[in-house]
């Protein structure tokens, strides 16, 4: 039996719809807003205003390249949560609406486990149990995999999340939001000389925040002896900031891999793509012998691949949701 899966994600600002038959991803179309970047971060009122721009054009999109009818589709997975929470509604309206319409079933998919189940849409695929790193500009949590339906979380952010904390010290240093990017670029050309101290959070939970504070400290100071301190160190500044920020990721991600025992270890999220984050997981690889899986970028970013992905796997436990399903800007509401 031939399964056709419609997937739809609208948690934060990229409206992406794609179509997963038999657990292979035939389309994913994604339209990041780009309107955001001149507010300095995603709002809210403006990202489900663009949503609802967006989804019916970007569904019509995936259905073509797949080079299906909308007929034809089985089930339609929806990101249920966590993420903002006028963006999620437009989505989980659109999809309940249209689930009714053509008398399917719809499938409740959490953002955070979809993000984990891309490194299953291309070779090579963790196998179980794994560990998985999860960051991006909302999110940043270690969780283990123990099958593609049973995700624990073993740790998270207390405060900002890994994006956050590259974005928000990059505006201190003057950049455009997003700045991880920029932030990445700029510190290959520089030396990590200033020593920003790492957080004493017990466990494996992380926090970010209070970089940022430390940061800002010490530019001010700086900035008192030397106008011009932030520009002609700006290369050395970012190399900093993403030093810590790795070393605050990579320390908790092998104590995670100490206490399990696990060397299957994958990465996703926005801030996978980060350089010295991915030179880190394989100089892990090659001093402590992990499997590392990363996903391509274009899966670790938001997407709807990874919704029907973990929709797919749904589907096929016969987990489905009803029409009283609601969106929620949290996992456990
Ligand atoms: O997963 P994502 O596209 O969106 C969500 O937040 O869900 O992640 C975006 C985040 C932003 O905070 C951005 O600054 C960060 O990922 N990012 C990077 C890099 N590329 C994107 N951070 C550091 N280095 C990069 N190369
Ligand atoms: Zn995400």
């Not at 290369?235 to 100490?258: F, P």
């Not at 970013?301 to 016969?318: F, P, Q, S, V």
């Amino acid at each position: 039996m031939t399964v056709k899966l419609l997937a739809i994600e609208s948690s934060c600002d990229d409206t992406s719809a794609s179509v997963i038959i038999d657990g292979k991803v035939c389309s994913n179309i994604v339209s990041s807003q780009d309107e955001h970047a001149l507010w300095g971060g995603v709002v809210p009122e403006v990202a489900s205003r663009a949503h609802i721009r967006l989804i019916v054009p970007v569904v019509n999109k995936a259905l073509d390249k797949a080079g299906i009818n909308i007929q034809d589709i089985d089930a339609i997975a929806i990101t249920r949560a966590p993420g903002l929470l006028g963006s999620l509604h437009v989505g989980v309206s659109y999809a309940k609406a249209l689930a009714l319409a053509r008398n399917i079933p719809l499938i409740e998919v959490n953002h955070m486990d979809a993000h984990i189940m891309a490194n299953f849409i291309d070779e090579p695929q963790p196998n179980f149990p794994f560990l998985c790193l999860t960051v991006s500009g909302g999110h940043t949590q270690i969780s283990i995999v123990r099958s593609h339906l049973d995700v624990e979380v073993l740790g998270r952010t207390i405060d900002d999340a890994a994006g956050e904390a590259f974005d928000k010290t990059g505006k201190v240093l003057g950049l455009d939001y997003p700045a991880g990017p920029l932030i990445d670029k700029k510190a290959q050309l520089g030396q990590a000389i200033y020593k920003f101290t790492e957080p004493n959070i017990p466990g494996l939970d992380f926090s970010f925040s209070g970089l940022k504070t430390s940061i800002l400290y010490f530019l001010q100071k700086q900035v008192k002896l030397d106008p011009d301190f932030i520009s002609n160190n700006l290369n050395d500044l970012c190399a900093s900031v993403q030093s810590r920020i790795v070393s605050i990721l990579m320390n908790k991600l092998v104590r995670a891999a100490e206490m399990t025992g696990i060397k299957e270890i994958a990465l996703t999220g926005g801030v996978a793509a980060n350089s010295a984050l991915r030179d880190a997981m394989k100089a892990r690889q090659e001093n402590l012998g992990w499997n590392i899986y990363i996903p391509s970028i274009s899966y670790c970013t938001d997407n709807a691949a990874m919704i029907g992905k973990y929709g797919y796997y749904k589907y096929l436990a016969g987990q489905f949701a009803d029409q009283s399903m609601e969106a929620s800007a949290r996992v456990d509401e």
